[in-house]
T-cell receptor, first 111, second 114 residues
């Protein structure tokens, strides 16, 4: 069953703009992770935020987590054409070590 | 190795045949996961191995699917009597420690059942 639901399903922006993607989930979590997928093959881990953290940064990426609203957001600043990909959130649920993935947001960055 | 290696990268098989998909995780990673992804969809969990513990098979869609992990390293996912709905990309991932680290994914095996 799907746990994380990303919003929007698709996003198209111009190079240099910021991109914001949101993720909502339903049950308690240990951590929430964001992944990027290019060309429908392997996923690349971007960032992990634990349930007791509220914000985390990695380069041009900023992730926030609001456990009271069961939601997270991924912000990509100063986007580049190379950021074009699908982005997935995944949650590690309480008591389980496996990640449950959402259906992803397809981001297109136009040059 | 440096990354998670999956083979074959592509497999076309006839309906009713058996297939074996292989995953070679990163050395030292104790957790190994299999997911599948249908076109344009999210990832569907199949099975998870952690060290010497009994695997979590709760995601296997039918008894035609099975997986094993030998010596805590290489894993094989077997699909018996393949059906057209089995067509998907099968992704393997490994993690240093389940629940505390991100996954490293392989490039996947694209399975097409004709």
């Amino acid at each position: 069953s799907q746990q994380g639901e990303e919003d929007p399903q698709a996003l198209s922006i111009q190079e240099g703009e910021n991109a914001t993607m949101n993720c909502s989930y339903k049950t308690s979590i240990n951590n929430l992770q964001w992944y990027r997928q290019n060309s429908g093959r392997g996923l690349v881990h971007l960032i992990l935020i634990r349930s007791n953290e509220r914000e985390k940064h990695s380069g041009r990426l900023r992730v926030t987590l609001d456990t009271s609203k069961k939601s997270s957001s991924l912000l990509i600043t100063a986007s580049r054409a190379a950021d074009t990909a699908s982005y997935f959130c995944a949650t590690g649920q309480g008591g389980s070590e496996k990640l449950v993935f959402g259906k992803g947001t397809k981001l297109t960055v136009n040059p | 190795g440096a990354g998670v290696s999956q083979s074959p990268s592509n497999k076309v098989t006839e309906k009713g045949k058996d297939v074996e998909l292989r995953c070679d995780p990163i050395s030292g990673h104790t957790a190994l996961y299999w997911y599948r992804q249908s076109l344009g969809q999210g990832l569907e969990f199949l099975i998870y191995f952690q060290g010497n513990s009994a695997p979590d098979k709760s995601g296997l869609p039918s008894d035609r699917f099975s997986a094993e992990r030998t010596g805590g390293s290489v894993s094989t996912l077997t699909i018996q009597r393949t059906q057209q709905e089995d067509s998907a990309v099968y992704l393997c991932a490994s993690s240093l420690e389940a629940g505390n680290y991100g996954y490293t994914f392989g490039s996947g095996t694209r399975l097409t059942v004709v």
